[in-house]
């Protein structure tokens, strides 16, 4: 390469190194890092605790409002907590499942437990949105309004679980002696209906 064709490479190098102006001025700012120590707070730190009641602005509205209890969203939270749930704390919330014999390490927890027993609502629903132990966190699996559902659900997944007959009110006793129906044979019953009956749905299924 010829000099002049140095000089040109060199020239061309020296344009493209950054000038102090061209820095970012928020990466040259005064700032604190988390961990780093700062003097000016008693304990030295520079992290800070978030003032009480502070709500991260990711969080909606709809996530800090707990929903009227209705018995629809009550059955909304029984059928979402059957597909999320149950897989891992059992159809009854017991924790007695065939995933939940699988983990050695740590089972899940039986939501009768008197410390879950404890747990308000908000605090299953945080749960649900931010994890809590070995349960990853399901934010982005189930909406806001259907984690609501479930934890209510829960609540009363565990009164169910504990409740005597006094319990029950006095028009709704007679139910208790009706037999339960299981959800699987309404699905083929109504499948029936639109594919010649029980049997012939079965056959197709299989």
């Given amino acids: 390469m010829t000099r002049a064709g140095l000089l040109f490479v060199g020239v061309l190098s020296l344009a ?4 102090e102006s061209d820095i970012d001025p928020m ?3 005064e700032k604190m890092k988390p961990y780093w120590p700062n003097d000016f707070y008693s304990d030295n730190r520079a992290m800070r605790i978030p003032p009480a009641n502070a709500v991260p602005r990711e969080r909606t509205l709809a996530a800090l409002t707990p929903p009227p209890v209705t018995a629809a969203l009550v ?3 029984r059928e979402r907590f059957d597909i999320h749930c149950a897989v891992c704390h059992g159809f009854a919330g017991d924790g007695d499942s065939v995933v939940a014999s699988k983990m050695s390490l740590r089972a899940p927890p039986s939501l009768h437990s008197d410390k879950l027993r404890g747990y308000t609502v908000a605090q299953l629903f945080e749960v649900m949105t931010q994890g809590y132990g070995y349960m990853p966190k399901y934010d982005s699996e189930v909406s806001v309004a259907d984690r609501w559902a479930i934890a209510n ?5 565990q009164l169910s679980q504990r409740a005597s007959l006094d319990d029950v009110p006095a028009d709704k006793r007679g139910d208790l ?10 699905g083929e019953q109504h499948g029936g209906e639109h594919h010649g009956g029980t049997s012939q749905h079965s056959e197709n299924k299989e």
Avoid: F, H, N, S
Wanted: include cysteine; proline fraction near 12%; hydrophobic fraction near 30%.
């Fill in 75 to 77: 059955e909304r939270g």
């Fill in 16 to 19: 493209g190194c950054p000038v």
């Fill in 27 to 29: 990466m040259r700012q």
């Fill in 177 to 186: 002696d009706k037999p339960v129906q299981p959800a699987g044979e309404k």
């Fill in 153 to 157: 659900y829960a609540k009363a997944l």
